[in-house]
């Protein structure tokens, strides 16, 4: 796996209970799908790769070589060669896996399918618990969709516009003021 050096921590030195010491750093990198991740490296796990991985710095590259171990954790077990110009080179694609060059927002049709979507779901929804409160037997799927039908077209119904045939004048009613 080739990886670009973010960060490498300094070594910091700790006590084992049987006396000895070891050393820790965190490694902080981009993987080839460019996704920026750490690693904490100890050195009596692989003393090469410590020793190799403390002295890189912001911008190399290397090959690491990676295995599971017993407990289902990925280890580094070897470090290749320094990456090479032309190693990076041959791979531009998957620095930029995750970059757009359009836009990522819905179209208008997109939305409206969509929203269409959302009122039939919720249409079943409360079919299912109008036709199950107080009922005997379990509801059929027909009556199911079919009260949902019901209730997708009540909310996509277009109130009828207002006119002037439809709107009582002020004359007519009996008090402009509500009681």
């Given amino acids: 796996m080739l990886i670009n050096i973010i960060d490498v921590g300094a070594p910091n030195t700790h006590a084992a209970k049987n006396g000895r010491s070891y050393q820790s750093l965190e490694v902080t990198y981009k993987d080839e799908q460019a996704q920026t991740k ?13 020793n190799h991985i403390k002295n890189l710095g912001k911008g190399d590259s290397v090959n690491v070589t990676t295995t599971k171990d017993d407990q ?3 280890q580094w077990t070897a470090i290749g060669g320094e990456a090479s110009a032309s190693d990076t080179a041959s791979k531009p694609a998957a620095a930029g896996v ?3 060059t359009g836009s990522n927002y819905e179209t208008k049709e997109e939305r409206a399918a969509r929203q269409v979507y959302i009122v039939r779901q919720s249409s079943i929804s409360a079919a299912i618990s109008a036709l199950t409160v107080g009922a005997k037997s379990s509801p059929t799927a027909d009556s199911i ?3 949902a039908k019901q209730f997708e077209t009540f909310v996509f119904a277009k109130e ?3 006119t002037a045939a439809n709107i009582p004048e002020l004359d007519d009613l009996d008090s402009d003021i509500p009681y």
């Fill in 98 to 100: 995750n970059r757009t």
């Fill in 145 to 147: 969709i079919e009260l």
């Fill in 72 to 74: 289902g954790y990925w």
């Fill in 160 to 162: 009828e516009p207002k």
């Fill in 38 to 50: 750490t690693k904490k490296l100890m050195s009596f796990s692989n003393p090469s790769v410590f």
